[in-house]
């Protein structure tokens, strides 16, 4: 985590209500305070339908119906832009463009050698050099997601939001895909100054995957959606999966959920 005084994130006394009034009413966030740094991987974990995806949509500015504060470097965040990434569980991908011409389709500015230069930079990052003319179908699923990476960061955003980015992947290649998304994530830090640091915020159900990868593991509560616990993860980079300190937090991790299903148990049987 960064030293660094000023939030990139604040969010204040936010909540979030679906057909507020209605009988259909449903209270998705309630009262979600978080400062995050510039720099930090953050992990958000809970169980489905707590309002995970929700929290994202505002940070991403897709849902702006929100009451209370979401700030980005101290604005209120009222609509997408392209200081912000977005990566879904389903890459999203256009079937008719090559790799190249996807990743550059969301590239703002510039003249044709400085985009050719942007769209190369990227393609690079993520591993995938030699692929920039290939088509979605030809790549596999860890490739296709990779392309999407680059896509989601080819405009240099200070923040990338991961919707359960690797949730469609297989064991294997899944643990592959959290070390390149840890190196994307630190090379993109190291690359400039800590003030052009990356941020990342992912969404995911692996307790492991959240160990591994995050400074902060956020854990949400459901009904209404609300932040339970924010657990640190002090652990030097990279991770070892069997070591004692990592496996003390998982269990710590796992404990929480033990418990969440307890009482979602004893409320529905
Ligand atoms: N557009 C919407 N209209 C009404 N209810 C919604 C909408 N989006 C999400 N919800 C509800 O808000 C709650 C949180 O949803 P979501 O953020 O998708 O949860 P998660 O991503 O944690 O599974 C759920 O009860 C869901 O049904
Ligand atoms: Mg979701």
């Known amino acids: 985590m960064k030293a660094d005084t000023e939030s990139l994130l604040v969010l204040k006394n936010l909540s979030m209500v679906f057909n507020k ?68 569980q389903d890459h999203r991908l256009l079937p008719w463009l090559s790799i190249e011409k996807n990743v550059g389709f969301g590239l703002r500015n510039g003249n044709k050698a400085y985009r050719a230069d942007r769209i190369k930079a990227h393609i690079n990052l993520v591993g995938l050099t030699g692929f920039e003319k290939s088509f979605p179908h030809q790549l596999s699923g860890g490739m296709a997601q990779r392309a999407a990476i680059a896509r989601g960061l080819v405009n240099e955003p200070d923040v990338l939001l991961l919707d359960e980015p690797l949730g469609a992947l297989d064991a294997l290649t899944r643990m592959h895909m959290q070390k390149e998304l840890e190196r994307i994530w630190k090379q993109e830090e190291q690359s400039d100054k800590a003030e052009t640091a990356l941020t990342m915020i992912m969404i995911t159900h692996d307790v492991e995957e959240a160990v591994y990868l995050s400074d902060r593991i956020v854990i949400m509560s459901a009904r209404p959606g609300k932040i339970k616990r924010i657990i640190p993860v002090p652990l030097a980079r990279p991770r070892d999966r069997d070591s004692f300190d990592f496996i003390k937090i998982k269990d710590e991790l796992l404990e929480e959920f033990h418990l969440q299903a307890e009482k979602y148990f004893s409320y529905t049987i």
């Open 21 to 88: 009034g209605t009988t259909q009413e449903v209270v998705a966030l309630q009262d979600v305070n978080m400062d995050i740094a510039r720099g930090e991987f953050i992990s958000i974990i809970g169980t489905s339908g707590c309002g995970k995806t929700t929290l994202l949509r505002i940070i991403a500015g897709l849902e702006t119906e929100y009451d209370g504060h979401a700030l980005l470097n101290g604005k209120p965040i009222i609509k997408p832009g392209l200081d912000r990434g977005v990566i879904f």
